[in-house]
């Protein structure tokens, strides 16, 4: 074993290893209850973010213990086409090369995407493999392979032939520059400031109009009404005049409409059906017509008037300043409002009514919120419950159309004949009027329609399989809270409706990376650390331990710091060194790679072992319960202050001797252990470790740890405490380590044992005797340890120093029994503090006034 820790030499070959002995199949435990977790998708366009290391990490340490506690453990990995994404990313190579989509025409595009993704497409699995991600690569999917195209194809025509996908004319959320439909989540909202413009509509048959406010003058020129709402008693005799259009001069309708909010404005605004989503209702209701006055490019079109040919932008200044030529500009104010920009290339995004494919939410919303309210969804933390359930309740019908050329092509063809349309599983031949003029819809489908069926088309649905039937529903789902609506509530609602049962059982919710600089972990923002920068300086376990660390349950971020990746990489150095300590003394006998407890351990060896126990049984109730970082927080402290700093120093004296007794076997079982339980989170070092102290197997497919119960020997903190105070002593008296220094221990409650002998010669390198009573005279300085007092030979020490040393140790008691009787004598704290709370500042109080009375007494000794 070689003296340091490289993680770069430890993490190169074990993935191989384990991939070629088929340590992450399910197939490893054919026995075992199925376990299944689909990976949440990344985009093939990417390159793992730190997000995804997160996430990863989490299902990881998930899936590698159920490996371990013998469950046929399948993690599905896999990645997304990424419609728009992808597609940008190819037509960016094009316009390189002097070229648009368009000149290739349709086909050769696809192509030239599919090309890209042959050449491109593995490198997230490759950077997988770096971190260490144990998915069973022989079950890898794309959502664009074959079996999951049909997949979706076939829910596609399923639900158009229940009539819950529809096609129809409606506002949806267009991007200019990705020129395609958005659905409602696909874009993301902003805070802007803009203004509120007032207008003045004159009424056609007299004097006097009517003032209304908007906060885009531009899509005037489109507007058919002004709406009021009826109970408005400002407006109750104007409905049904009519108003000529400023600028146009169209003579448009009053409306009332119980949707107008009287507190908005002056309570009249215009109704522009074809670029609002609310007109567009309004409009349906009062059989308005719909103008379009903006077009794909978010220009002006020809029924836009003087103003066609002009950006959305140049028209709004433009119509503005025409407005207030013609005197019908009343006013403009400051105004905070939320705009919808595309979430891909961050375009403000256009309302435009057109024609595209819809799915109809609310058949598929009951049954998830159903499962959700009767627990067969569960999620952890539970608040995330209520934001489900709100959203659900209040969704909208899903525009799921997408004018792009890469993803998968919406499976209906129109009739040239009778303008029928075909939706099939099946290429037709011909329409059923006998035609065969059929032509292919050219718009593909939102890719998160495909990602909804994530779950079980990539276990093969919809053929009846063994993957399908063992796997489904999946066991768990690992996610941030950010993607919950666009595609956690989906595949719910798919799972029930083409399963029959919800996808997963539980969703776990983790924060988002936080940086350094308190904000969002973004490239867009300049803030984002590269994962595989880190792993080749600090080692994937490193890197993996201390993100998981940091994400606390219910928190919405998860900050982080390159320090708390240098710690975790020392925590690494500190296992490595155990072991090396280890194998020196455990090499002949040998670590079986289960049990192996000694039958009769010493007190030490007591301790240990029942510590270990106990923090094993807490680690698999936090882990049960998807709070990792407690559950491997908890195994950090056990390692490092108890496993490394306690038991290896107590273990030195026994293993000086001829005969150790079982110290050695029970060093060796325990470091297996802590190595078995920290596998999860780190798998290369503790997979390095078990094969120099184990040498059989894995560790990747070892048995989970259950270390059985042990009695620990009473009053060990007590030993503690006087080692430390010993050791204090010596560090406040400036004596070197192995400095002699006679210890008389005075032990009125009889709390110490034999076995303190020898630990304390060797870990406090004193040579301790037994008092019967407390030693009188000067020569000695009290060191109090809880019920112990331990009289420390002042020979070689520095009397003065330990009377400065008492002094401040005095003033520090008094300290705190003062604050604690200030609280104590006040007689609110005691009426309103809960009574465990006094109960605890009362034993405080006590405590610090016999630590003062000891250390006054001490003082008196030495003056």
Not at 633 to 659: H, I, M
């Amino acid at each position: 074993m070689d003296p340091a820790y490289d993680p770069q030499q430890v993490e190169a070959h074990w993935y191989s290893r384990w991939e070629a002995a088929g340590v992450f199949r399910p197939e490893q435990n054919p026995g075992g209850p199925p376990y299944c977790i689909v990976i949440p998708p990344p985009n093939v366009t990417g390159s793992l973010h730190m997000g995804h290391a997160l996430n990863m990490a989490v299902q990881d340490a998930l899936i590698r213990r159920k490996r371990m506690q013998g469950y046929a453990a399948l993690w599905v990995p896999g990645t997304d086409h990424a419609g728009i994404a992808t597609q940008n990313v190819v037509e960016r190579q094009l316009a390189g090369e002097g070229l648009t989509r368009h000149h290739l025409g349709r086909e050769a595009f696809v192509e030239r995407v599919w090309e890209w993704k042959r050449h491109h497409g593995g490198r997230i699995a490759e950077q997988m493999r770096r971190l260490g991600f144990s998915c069973d690569w022989t079950r890898e999917r794309f959502t664009m392979d074959e079996g999951l195209s049909r997949a979706v194809r076939t829910v596609f025509v399923r639900l158009y032939e229940k009539g819950i996908v529809y096609r129809g004319r409606r506002v949806i959320n267009w991007c200019p520059r990705c020129h395609t439909a958005l659905s409602d989540i696909e874009v993301e909202h902003e805070e802007v400031t803009g203004e509120l413009v007032y207008i003045e509509y004159p009424f056609t048959d007299g004097p006097g109009g009517i003032e209304v406010a908007t906060t885009r003058a531009e899509t005037m020129l489109g507007d058919t009404a002004v709406a009021v709402h009826p109970d408005d008693e400002r407006y109750r005799g104007q409905i049904g005049r009519t108003l000529r259009l400023p600028l146009v001069g169209r003579e448009i309708p009053v409306v009332g409409d119980s949707a107008v909010d009287p507190a908005f404005g002056t309570g009249a605004v215009k109704v522009t059906p074809a670029h609002d989503p609310a007109d567009f209702e309004i409009a349906e209701r009062a059989g308005l017509p719909a103008l379009t006055v903006l077009d794909e490019e978010a220009v002006v079109t020809a029924a836009g008037g003087s103003f066609a040919g002009l950006d959305r932008f140049d028209a709004r200044t433009a119509v503005k300043e025409a407005l207030a030529a013609a005197g019908a500009l009343r006013r403009t104010e400051p105004y905070a409002h939320a705009v919808g920009h595309c979430y891909r290339c961050g375009t403000m995004v256009e309302p435009y009514l057109s024609e595209q494919w819809f799915v109809k939410v609310r058949p598929l919303v009951e049954p998830a919120i159903e499962a959700v309210r009767r627990g067969e969804v569960r999620f952890v933390p539970t608040r995330w419950e209520k934001h489900y359930l709100l959203w659900m309740e209040n969704l909208r019908d899903w525009t799921i159309s997408r004018q792009i050329w890469w993803g998968h092509r919406i499976p209906a063809w129109y009739c040239g004949a009778c303008g029928e349309v075909t939706v099939a599983l099946e290429d037709p031949a011909a329409c059923a009027c006998g035609s065969a003029a059929l032509r292919r819809e050219d718009d593909v489908l939102d890719t998160w329609f495909s990602s909804a069926l994530w779950p079980f088309s990539t276990l093969g649905w919809p053929d009846d399989n063994p993957d399908l039937r063992a796997f489904y529903p999946n066991a768990v789902l690992v996610t941030a809270y950010d993607i919950i609506y666009f595609w956690v509530a989906r595949m719910i609602q798919m799972g029930l409706h083409f399963v029959g049962g919800p996808p997963f059982g539980d969703v776990a919710i983790h924060g988002l990376i936080q940086a350094p600089d308190k904000r969002k972990m973004s490239k867009s923002l300049g803030n984002a650390v590269d994962p595989l920068d880190l792993v080749a300086e600090h080692g994937a376990d490193a890197l993996r331990l201390a993100l998981v660390l940091n994400a606390v349950p219910g928190h919405d971020t998860v900050p982080f710091q390159v320090e708390q990746v240098e710690a975790a990489r020392r925590f690494g150095n500190k296992l490595w060194n155990a072991v090396r300590f280890a194998l020196g003394h455990t090499a002949a006998e040998g670590v079986p790679p289960a049990g192996g407890y000694p039958g009769d351990p010493s007190p030490e060896e007591r301790w240990i072992l029942s510590r270990l126990h106990e923090v094993a049984a807490r680690f698999d109730e936090a882990f049960d319960g998807y709070r990792l970082n407690e559950a491997y927080g908890l195994l950090y402290s056990f390692a490092w202050s108890e496993v490394c700093d306690w038991f290896l120093e107590l273990a030195k004296a026994p293993l000086r001797k001829a005969d150790g007794g079982t110290v050695a076997r029970t060093l060796g079982v325990v470091l297996r252990d802590l190595l078995a339980l920290l596998h999860p989170i780190m798998p290369f070092l503790t997979e390095e470790l078990w094969s120099h102290l184990v040498g059989e197997g894995f560790v990747a497919a070892a048995a989970w740890p259950n270390p059985p119960e042990f009695q620990g020997p009473a009053n060990f903190a007590a030993f503690q405490e006087t080692v430390a105070a010993v050791r204090r002593f010596r560090a406040e008296h400036g004596l070197p380590p192995r400095h002699p220094v006679e210890v008389a221990v005075y032990d009125p409650e009889g709390v110490a044992a034999p076995w303190w002998q020898e630990q304390l010669a060797s870990l406090a390198a004193v040579s301790p005797s037994w008092a019967a009573s407390a030693p009188a005279g000067e020569g000695h300085t009290r060191l109090v340890a809880g019920p112990v007092e331990v009289f420390a030979a002042l020979s070689g020490a520095d009397a003065s120093a330990e009377r400065e040393r008492l002094r401040r140790a005095a003033a520090d008691a008094e300290a705190v029994l003062e604050r604690a009787t200030v609280k104590l004598t006040n007689p609110e704290f005691r009426q309103r503090a809960p009574e465990a709370v006094v109960e605890k500042e009362q034993a405080r109080a006590a405590e610090a006034g016999a630590r003062l009375e000891k250390l006054r007494a001490q003082l008196r000794a030495l003056e």
